[in-house]
């Protein structure tokens, strides 16, 4: 026969066996519940949601970006060049991909001359800007500038250097009353764009027939898919629709009889036209002092117009 004592000790560990076994289960039905919970959430992720985050994948992968058009060349009567277009290099930024601007200006300004213009023109755009859009800050990027850029490249997020066609003015001032010339696009310029333009066209007419002629010089956009790494960096091309130039415009001004007619005036004032009697063609267009277009193509220096203005006084 047991003792009481002894009879209660079995019953306490009989007791202590069955609360374990109980808790165990509970720890048990847990854990599959938690298997169960996370599989389900798997199978949310990978089944049913697939398609939905694989298509965000491939946005944030994956670049739409515009491409610009060659600007339309102007010609004489005669096919004689009057307004072309060079190879050049620009600095472009993504503020997206750049975090704080004005720091990395400040980094950019101590590897290559940046001016206060150019500064301003920048964060003016900056405001008016699509989403991970590259906006330019500086243009005719010399190789010296290419080459310093490209060895602090690391610690210019946000930054590329790419090549652009630049409008170069083969006569200089002899026709700058009838070309005019094209200027970088201010604030206000942009906004009057249409929204696929905005940030893209940099440079739009000005004066003369590069701005009555605007709409048909610019040409029309085209369109890349680029897939990118985390930074924003391309990796590769994956299709493109080409950008479609301009119009090629032929005037009716003869260079020749221009050149001539700019020549008699010498160091004088005044204005000549030289117009064809049977049919109102307007050969030559002459006003007396005239001024290199070339350097207001990328945004003359305050100090350099204010020479100009006193050479033409």
Not at 76 to 101: F, H, K, T
Request: aromatic share 8%; charged share 25%; no cysteine.
């Amino acid at each position: 026969m047991l003792s009481a004592a002894k009879r209660r000790r079995l019953k306490d560990a009989q007791a202590e066996s069955r609360l374990f076994n109980r808790r165990a289960l509970l720890a048990l039905f847990g854990v599959v519940l938690a298997i169960l919970a996370l599989l389900a959430r798997f199978a949310w992720l990978q089944v049913i949601k697939h398609e939905d985050f694989s298509a965000r994948s491939e946005r944030n992968r994956v670049k739409v970006r515009a491409l610009a058009p060659t600007r339309g060349l102007i010609f004489d009567r005669n096919g004689v060049l009057l307004a072309d277009n060079r190879l050049s290099y620009r600095l472009d930024i993504v503020p997206e991909q750049a975090g704080q601007l004005r720091p990395l200006l400040d980094r950019i300004g101590g590897l290559i001359e940046l001016s206060d213009d150019d500064r301003e023109r920048f964060l003016e755009l900056a405001r008016y800007r699509r989403a991970f859009q590259s906006l330019p800050l500086r243009f005719n990027l010399s190789e010296e500038e290419q080459a310093r850029l490209a060895l602090d490249r690391w610690r210019l997020p946000g930054v590329e250097v790419v090549p652009v066609p630049s409008r170069h003015y083969p006569q200089g001032a002899l026709l700058a009353h009838v070309v005019g010339y094209v200027g970088r696009a201010n604030a206000e310029e942009q906004s009057a764009l249409d929204e696929s333009r905005r940030g893209v066209t940099s440079h739009v007419g000005k004066t003369g027939i590069e701005r009555q002629y605007e709409l048909l010089l610019r040409g029309e956009l085209g369109r890349e898919r680029v897939e990118t790494n985390a930074e924003g960096r391309v990796l590769r091309f994956l299709d493109q629709s080409p950008a479609q130039a301009g119009v090629n415009l032929y005037l009716s001004i003869d260079l020749e009889l221009q050149r001539v007619t700019s020549e008699a005036f010498g160091q004088e004032r005044g204005a000549a036209v030289a117009i064809d009697p049977r049919n109102g063609e307007v050969l030559a267009f002459v006003s007396m002092p005239s001024y290199d277009p070339n350097p207001f193509v990328n945004g003359i220096s305050h100090k350099a117009y204010q020479a100009l203005l006193q050479a033409a006084d």
